[in-house]
């Protein structure tokens, strides 16, 4: 059995020893720099790739609102021209729309604090 020790023992110890004759210490720095670069560049892509979901939930947002507010004022028009069904029409639009921009409202909130902190956490890269 203390055969098997002793060649086990001399097997990692040539292996430990090769080792560290291939590491060299700026090779080895030199990965861990471009590591870290590789880790800062993917970490702004996250970052730009979050402000502009949040541009665009932010554009459909105001446009869902804008429409909803359209919808309402052809409601008022149907209404004063005594067409009720036009602005029954009208007001289901308009309810479809507000729901649409409570939703981008939703997902707005939700956005803000993982855009927080792709931001806070680059900041600490840099």
Known sequence: ?????????????NINDA????????VMLDQILRDMYDGI???REQVVEAVAQQKLIQRDLEQARELAEKWRRN???AVAQGDDALARECLIRKRDY???AQAQERMLAAQEPVLNKLKSELALLV
Do not use: F, H, K, Q
């Open 98 to 100: 507000e729901a649409n």
């Open 19 to 26: 080792l560290e004759r291939a590491e060299n210490p700026e």
């Open 1 to 13: 059995m203390s055969v098997l020790n002793r060649i086990t023992t001399l097997i990692r110890a």
């Open 75 to 77: 409601a008022e028009l």
């Open 41 to 43: 560049r993917e970490a």
